[in-house]
C-alpha cells in the first residue's frame, strides 16, 4: 500500500512522539537508577524488561501507523523522536541547574 506525503509526514511526527516516549520512560529509569542503589545484576535485568517492553511498544505503534509494514520513515521517526526528547533532557537539566544555583546565591545574599 503507497501512502500519501501528507499521511507519511503525519506517521513520521507520530513516530518521533514514539521515540521522545521511549526516551522519557528511559529518563525515569536513569532518575530511579540514581535514587535507588543496583546491583549489577539488578541494572542488566531492568534494562532487559525495559527493552523487551520498549520493543512490544514501538512494534505496536508502528503496527498500527504503518498498516503491518515496516517502513523506514518510522524507524527514522523514533530515532530523531528519541534524540530530540534527549536534547530535551538536557536542555531541561541545564535550565534547572541553573536555577538552582540561582537561588543558592540569593540564598547566600540574604
Known amino acids: 500500500m503507497i501512502l500519501g506525503i501528507g499521511v507519511e509526514a503525519g506517521v513520521f511526527l507520530y513516530a518521533g512522539l514514539t521515540g521522545m516516549t521511549v526516551w522519557f520512560f528511559y529518563g525515569i529509569l536513569i532518575c530511579l537508577r540514581k535514587i535507588i542503589p543496583h546491583t549489577s545484576l539488578f541494572v542488566g535485568v531492568e ?13 505496536r505503534k508502528m503496527y ?3 498498516y503491518g509494514s515496516i517502513r523506514w520513515f518510522f524507524v527514522l521517526g523514533v530515532v530523531c523522536g528519541g534524540a530530540m526528547g534527549w536534547l530535551l533532557w538536557r536542555t531541561a537539566k541545564g535550565i534547572c541547574g541553573r536555577m538552582k544555583k540561582r537561588l543558592e546565591k540569593y540564598r547566600k545574599n540574604r
Open 47 to 59: 534494562d532487559f524488561l525495559f527493552w523487551i517492553g520498549t520493543s512490544i511498544y514501538i512494534f
Open 64 to 66: 498500527d501507523t504503518t
